[in-house]
């Protein structure tokens, strides 16, 4: 769930990413050809309004989550490789 100031688009997600994890992205058009059958969405967000009414903020802003995931990701991968038992 997101407020909305964390409303970014997908592109600037996945910039956002690549920057935490030290790599870029290259964004290439699909021919006409590829693009059938797929979403053309580029902003996705859920709808919090409901949430807002019962006084609910977000305690952590997008930037800093994606960096918590992140970091919490690469300590799961690094127990699992030393036998450890992730979750």
């Known amino acids: 769930m997101a407020d909305r100031e964390s409303d970014i688009t ?13 790599t870029r992205v290259v964004f290439e058009l699909p021919e006409e050809s590829e693009r059938k059958g797929y979403s053309t969405a580029t902003r996705a967000m859920l709808d919090g309004s409901k949430l807002e009414g019962l006084d609910w903020k977000a ?3 997008v930037g ?3 960096s918590s995931t992140v970091e919490s990701l690469r300590e799961c991968i690094q ?5 450890g ?3």
């Open 10 to 22: 997908l592109k600037e997600l996945a910039e956002r990413l690549a920057g935490i994890v030290g």
């Open 59 to 61: 305690r952590v802003p």
């Open 64 to 66: 800093e989550g994606l």
């Open 79 to 83: 127990g699992s490789e030393k036998g």
């Open 85 to 87: 038992v992730s979750v």
